[in-house]
C-alpha cells in the first residue's frame, strides 16, 4: 500500500470519508467544530466473492456517546437519521481506496433501520437512547418522556451491526450487538430472514426440520455493547460462524470476570448448530473479527482495545483457530458420556436460558472463579478451539489504533486489516471530542487499511 498520509504515526491506505455533521462543539478545542464523519466503516470486513480488489465494510449503529442523561445511563445518538450501512471499497492500482458504493440496511418493507436498541423482549438490555439535546428518545418526540404513555423509543428492526459475511449469491448475513441478531439480507440490503435465541420473533423463519432455526438461549445474555462481533460463512457456502466479542454475564456479571468466549457454527442447509469455547489471552480482551480459511479453520482477531501511544503492552493479535480437536459443547450426551468416563464426582445438567452447567454453574461462572478450571474442563473432555499465533499485528506494523475490527482475508492468502475509527469521535471528561491517535490531539483517527503476511 502506498502510504498518502505524511505523519509519521500513521501507514496504511486511508479510506474515503464524507461529514455527516458539524454541529457539535469539539471539546478538545472548545469554539470549534466537531466533524462526524462518515466513516465508520470499520465494524468489519469481508472478501468480495469474485472481485479480489474489492472488499466489503461494515457501519455499527451510527454516531454515538456515553451518556448519562434524566433516565440513566444510555448512547446519545448524535445522527438519529443513521441507518447502518455496507460499503463496497476498491484498491486502486496504487493503492488509493475508492468507494465504490453504500447499501443501506432495510427491513422486510424495504424501510431504511435504525440504529436505536431493540424492545426488551427481543434483546434490549437497557440501552436507553438520548437524542442531540440529551433528552431520552421517546415514541412520541413531540411529548415528555412518561413511562406508560410516552415511553423510551426502541426499534424492533434496529440494529448495531459488528459481523458481516458476503455470500457469492450477492446477498449478506450480518450479526450484531442487540441481540444478537443474525440477519440475512439481499443485494440491496433488504431483509431476508433472521436467526436470534428468541422462539417468539416470528422473523425467524430459517428452518431446521420442522421448526424454526434459533440461538442458543444464553448468546441473551451477552454484555451491553459485547454481542455477537464476528461472523465469516465457509468457503463452500454451507456454514456461517460467529464469534462472542466478550465472556457474558452468564448468569450475571460475575461472568465477566471471566477469558471465556464463545463460538458459534450455523449449518444452513442442515440446521444444525454447534458451540465452541474460545480461551482468550486475557480477561480484559475481546474477539472482534473472524474470516474462514477452509471449514475448520479461521483467523480471529483478538485486542484488548487499548491505544499503542497511551499503553505501551497494548495487544493486537490474529490467531490461527482450529476446530479440529475443540468440543461441540451442545452435544450434551457426548459430554455427559466423556464426564462418566472421567471418574470426577461432578454433574452437568443443560439449563434452557443458561445453557451447560458443571456442578450448576454456568461456564462464565467457573472460570470466573478460577482460571484453573480450564484444566477442570480438559478433564471433562471439553477442549477449546486451538490457537496458533499468526500476526503481532503491532510487531508487524505501525499500527495507532485502539481497535481491530475487520479481517479481509485476500485471493493472495495476505490479510486486510481494518480499524474501526468509530465516525472519529470519542467521549472524554469534558464532553465528546474527536478521536485522536496522538497525546497533542493533533491526529484524528480515520478508516485504514492495513495489509500483513500471517505466518501460518
Not at 486502486?92 to 433501520?113: F, H, M, S, W, Y
Not at 406508560?148 to 424492533?156: A, F, G, I, M
Not at 475490527?405 to 470519542?426: H, P, V, Y
Amino acid at each position: 500500500m502506498s502510504n498518502t498520509d505524511l505523519h509519521p504515526i500513521t501507514q496504511g491506505a486511508p479510506l474515503p470519508y464524507d461529514i455527516l455533521d458539524t454541529t457539535h462543539d469539539n471539546a478538545a478545542y472548545p469554539g470549534t467544530p466537531l466533524e462526524i464523519r462518515g466513516g465508520g466503516f470499520g465494524s468489519d470486513a469481508a472478501a468480495h466473492p469474485t472481485n479480489a480488489n474489492q472488499f466489503y465494510a461494515l457501519t455499527d449503529r451510527g454516531p454515538n456517546s456515553d451518556f448519562k442523561g434524566s433516565l440513566g445511563e444510555g448512547k446519545q445518538f448524535l445522527v438519529p437519521s443513521y441507518s447502518p450501512k455496507i460499503g463496497l471499497f476498491q484498491v486502486e492500482p496504487e493503492g488509493q481506496i475508492i468507494k465504490v458504493k453504500e447499501i443501506v440496511l432495510k427491513d422486510k418493507a424495504g424501510q431504511p433501520i435504525s440504529g436505536l436498541p431493540n424492545p426488551k423482549a427481543f434483546g434490549g438490555t437497557n440501552e436507553i437512547p438520548y437524542d442531540v439535546h440529551g433528552e431520552p428518545m421517546t415514541k412520541d418526540p413531540s411529548r415528555p418522556y412518561d413511562p406508560q404513555s410516552n415511553p423510551v423509543k426502541t426499534d424492533l428492526n434496529g440494529l448495531d451491526p459488528e459481523g458481516l459475511a458476503a455470500l457469492n449469491d450477492g446477498s449478506f448475513w450480518i450479526s450484531d450487538e442487540y441481540g444478537p441478531h443474525l440477519v440475512h439480507y439481499d443485494a440491496q440490503g433488504v431483509e431476508i430472514e433472521r436467526i436470534n435465541p428468541f422462539g417468539a420473533d416470528n422473523r425467524n423463519t430459517v428452518m431446521a426440520g420442522d421448526t424454526p432455526l434459533l440461538l442458543p438461549a444464553e448468546l441473551a445474555k451477552r454484555r451491553t455493547n459485547r454481542g455477537m462481533e464476528s461472523l465469516t460463512i465457509t468457503p463452500d457456502q454451507s456454514t456461517l460462524v460467529g464469534l462472542m466479542e466478550s465472556s457474558m454475564d452468564n448468569p450475571d456479571k460475575q461472568g465477566r470476570q471471566s477469558a471465556l468466549t464463545r463460538l458459534l457454527t450455523i449449518n444452513l442447509v442442515t440446521g444444525q448448530l454447534a458451540q465452541y469455547l474460545y480461551r482468550l489471552d486475557a480477561v480484559n480482551h475481546v474477539n472482534s473479527a473472524l474470516a474462514a480459511i477452509n471449514e475448520q479453520q479461521f483467523y480471529v482477531a483478538e485486542h484488548d482495545r487499548q491505544f499503542p501511544w497511551q499503553q505501551p503492552t497494548a495487544k493486537k493479535l490474529i490467531y490461527k483457530i482450529d476446530l479440529a480437536c475443540a468440543t461441540n459443547i451442545n452435544d450434551f450426551e457426548h459430554l455427559t458420556d466423556m464426564a462418566a468416563k472421567s471418574d470426577l464426582a461432578i454433574t452437568l445438567t443443560q439449563d434452557e436460558q443458561l445453557g451447560l452447567l458443571i456442578d450448576g454453574l454456568t461456564l462464565e461462572q467457573l472460570i470466573a472463579e478460577d482460571e484453573a478450571n480450564w484444566q477442570l474442563l480438559e478433564k471433562l473432555g471439553i477442549y477449546p478451539v486451538k490457537k496458533t499465533l499468526a500476526v503481532d499485528v503491532l510487531k508487524a506494523i505501525d499500527y495507532p489504533h485502539d481497535k481491530l475490527e475487520g479481517i479481509w482475508l485476500r485471493q493472495d492468502g495476505s490479510l486486510g486489516l481494518l480499524n474501526d475509527d468509530d465516525f472519529a469521535i470519542n467521549d472524554s471528561d469534558k464532553g465528546i471530542e474527536h478521536k485522536y491517535l496522538d497525546a497533542e490531539k493533533r491526529v484524528i483517527d480515520a478508516n485504514r487499511l492495513y495489509v500483513v503476511t500471517p505466518s501460518v
